[in-house]
């Protein structure tokens, strides 16, 4: 089983669920954005099951410095929203969890426990 955890290493939320994956004895290989941004492949395999909406981090810094015309364009183009998020993955919404092929974003406990289980 590869389980893969994707965020930045200074978020609060990456860090709950991470301690929360160590507290389970769950091991997960750890990508953090900022060192290694996500490929478009990556980008487009999770906007298979998650929608733009949810996945782009509307209530953070990095999305409230857009304008309204670049946040109109990532809504309504999943092209742009790729485009945004390739070049500022601090708009993701985190973490972003992947496990045989499937994919959970955010952190709560119960939605992790039914997500590995």
């Not at 298979?48 to 209530?59: G, H, S, V, Y």
Request: charged letters at 20%; aromatic letters at 8%; glycine letters at 2%.
């Amino acid at each position: 089983m590869s389980i893969r955890i994707y965020g930045i290493s200074q978020c609060s939320t990456v860090k709950k669920a991470r301690q929360w994956l160590a507290e389970q004895h769950i091991s997960a290989e750890f990508i953090d954005f900022k060192k290694t941004p996500p490929a478009t492949t990556d980008i487009q395999f999770w906007l298979t099951q998650i929608p733009k909406e949810i996945l782009i981090n509307r209530k953070g810094t990095t999305w409230r410095k857009l304008s309204t015309n670049e946040q109109q364009n990532a809504l309504s183009s999943n092209e742009a929203a790729i485009n945004l998020m390739i070049n500022q993955p601090s708009v993701i919404k985190r973490p972003v969890l992947v496990n045989n092929q499937r994919v959970l974003v955010g952190f709560d406990a119960q939605q992790y426990t039914e997500f590995l289980a």
